[in-house]
């Protein structure tokens, strides 16, 4: 057991990252501004990573930062609902629960408008981080959203090395999300950053193409040496599955 009462069991997958509310609109296939109105729904892909792992019967936790407002206790109830541990979860009083109005357009585009200047998540400093839990990990899963700005990127990085020193495997979605980077530029060099440290990458084609300039094999190319997905984390492959609309393109690492 750990110092803080984290059970050590490694049978835990850890999130880190971004937890938000998403405003969709109240009727499907139009923009942002042609919807008539808007409900809220808890968003952030590395929490609904916690939540589906939870809901399949796994062992989850989150870590990250939310508004002290309504909205961020929302959201901190939502994960206790759903049995994911709240332990890595801390309360800012200086900065809201981020927002993301979200659509799928008739086109088939999908459109984002966020409210983060800055919002909570954007503010989680290394010192803050609960080690212990982080420790805990068997799997340690993570997205790109928090390498946009300091002081978050800094508890990204540490977050990332203190998993994996205990031994925990790096799960990494890329999840991109243009609008939210100062540049096209900045993000692709973000987000390969820290591409060689992971031991599963779930990328999506157009990130792949994104990343690359090319299709799956491009991957092939890609510093990290390739091979067959191997059956380690089912619970996790298969919340990838549930959670996307389109098929991941998912590889293991070799060891």
């Known amino acids: 057991m750990a110092a803080n009462g984290v059970v050590s069991d490694k049978s835990l997958i850890v999130s880190f990252g971004e937890m938000l509310i ?3 609109p109240t009727v499907s296939g139009v923009s942002l501004a042609e919807a008539p109105g808007f409900l809220k729904a808890p968003g952030g892909a590395p929490a609904n990573v916690a939540i589906a792992v939870a809901r399949l019967g796994g062992k989850a936790s989150f870590v990250g ?3 002290d407002d309504e909205f961020g206790h929302m959201l901190a109830d939502i994960l206790k609902q759903n049995s994911v541990s709240g332990d890595g979860i ?3 009083q200086g900065a809201r629960t981020a927002l993301a109005f979200v659509t799928l357009r008739a086109d088939g585009e999908r459109e984002f408008m966020f409210y983060r200047n800055p919002s909570a998540d954007m503010l989680l400093k290394p010192e803050e981080l609960n080690v212990d839990l982080i420790r805990s990990s068997k799997v ?3 997205g790109s959203i928090s390498l946009i700005v300091e002081p ?3 508890a990204h990085l540490k977050a990332m090395e203190v998993a994996k020193g205990a ?3 790096l799960s990494y979605d890329p999840n991109l999300r243009l609008p939210l980077w100062p540049s096209a530029d900045e993000a692709r060099k973000q987000i390969l950053s820290i591409w060689d440290k992971a031991d599963i990458v779930k990328v999506s084609d157009v990130e792949l193409e ?3 300039g090319s299709n799956k094999q491009s991957m092939l190319s890609m510093s990290i040496p390739w091979t067959q997905l191997a059956p380690v984390t089912p619970l996790l492959v298969h919340c990838y599955a549930r959670l996307l609309k389109t098929q991941p393109f998912l590889r293991m690492k070799q060891n």
């Open 210 to 212: 994104f990343l690359t």
């Open 152 to 154: 978050c990127r800094s």
């Open 65 to 67: 930062k939310l508004g």
């Open 90 to 92: 801390l309360f800012d």
């Open 167 to 169: 031994g925990a495997l």
């Open 22 to 24: 998403d405003f969709v």
């Open 140 to 142: 340690f899963h993570y």
